[in-house]
């Protein structure tokens, strides 16, 4: 009898504590990068909050597929959530294009002092018309050219190389403003693709060139970086849509504090990484005028900046301090 009352206590504790919900989010980088981190942390904080209710899974390494497809099934619900760069929304969330120009951000602070501000919430509006609900905002750092080839110190030095950009025009039309071949593909497919010389190079941020490798196969990288592109974590409105709203503002709290944890561990991520593939044997260009690659993106902000919506935008962006 004893046993029996025992047996029934265990079954029903263990039963309150197994997940109701469980979200599924994808990741296209390994365990152990900032974003992985975070959205685990975020996931940690939900468990605890929701005594084991809610439970989210985080695939890391593309397990799930590559950036722009997982965004497309977030967006169906086929998948409930995905981190992943703005700059991979473009065709989905039209602002996200705005917020991918080329020297747009000054510093990733200035990103920050953006996003966390009513700007934030303008760009947040805008997913959730598309059926996503950013839930955070998570940091990419900058992003720079690196090659197989040669070190460039210039604009002109990019004359005629091929670049693997993410697959979006605005980084299409990039490249052509700096007399560079583009070529979009998805993340996974640019190792190999440097290696077996398809491409000269990629640009990034380091710790994406550090932890895909890419370092070994095209060692040299100019500090150049003309790309600030925020990161967010993005759930399918489905999926949110199902949660109650005590859930939602669990998770919504989870994931602002997963941001302030990741904005830390990115900064520390990338001076390791930084270190790593300088020890590793990439040569680093520091040294770089950044003024003619400003100034050579002139007809990219003529082509995309063009209502008067996106230029207010692009103005306030400008004023924000
Ligand atoms: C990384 C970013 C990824 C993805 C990748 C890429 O820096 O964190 O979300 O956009 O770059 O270049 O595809």
């Known amino acids: 009898m004893l046993m029996t009352t025992l047996a029934g206590l265990l079954a029903s504790a263990s039963f ?43 695939f890391p ?9 997982t965004i497309e099934q977030t967006q169906f619900g086929v998948i409930d959530m995905v981190r992943a760069s703005f700059g991979s929304f473009n065709d989905i969330v039209p602002v996200t294009q705005i917020m991918s120009l080329p020297y747009l951000f000054t510093s990733v602070e200035h990103s920050h002092a953006v996003l966390d501000g009513p700007i934030g919430e303008e760009i947040a509006a805008a997913f959730e018309e598309r059926d996503l609900v950013a ?15 040669r070190p460039i110190q210039s604009i002109a030095d990019l004359e005629g190389m091929k670049f693997r950009v993410m697959q979006n025009d605005v980084f299409v039309d990039m490249m052509d403003a700096l007399g560079a071949n583009a070529t979009p593909m998805p993340y996974g497919e640019v190792y190999s693709s440097i290696q077996t010389g398809v491409i000269d190079g990629a640009e990034n941020n380091f710790p994406s060139y550090d932890s895909s490798g890419h370092a070994e196969v095209a060692k040299y990288f100019t500090l150049d970086e003309h790309l600030i592109v925020p990161e967010l974590v993005a759930m399918s409105k489905t999926s949110w849509d199902k ?26 991520q990338e001076q390791e990484s930084l270190d790593k593939v300088t020890a590793a044997g990439a040569e680093v260009i520091t040294e770089i005028d950044k003024t003619p690659f400003i100034e050579a993106m002139v007809p990219v902000y003529d082509k995309y900046v063009t209502t008067p919506e996106n230029k207010d935008l692009v103005e306030r962006i400008r004023a924000t301090q």
């Open 61 to 69: 390494s593309s397990q799930l597929g590559e950036e722009k497809d």
């Open 135 to 149: 839930l955070a905002w998570y940091d990419g750092g900058a992003r720079s050219f690196y090659n197989s080839q």
């Open 16 to 58: 309150a504590t197994a997940c109701e919900i469980t979200l599924r989010s994808s990741d296209t980088h390994p365990d152990g990068y900032p974003t992985v981190e975070g959205v685990k942390a975020m996931a940690e904080e939900v468990r605890e909050k929701t005594d084991g209710r809610i439970c989210i899974e985080v």
């Open 243 to 268: 949660l109650t709203p005590e859930d939602q503002a669990i998770l919504r709290e989870a994931a602002q504090n997963s941001s302030t944890l990741q904005r830390e561990l990115w900064a520390a």
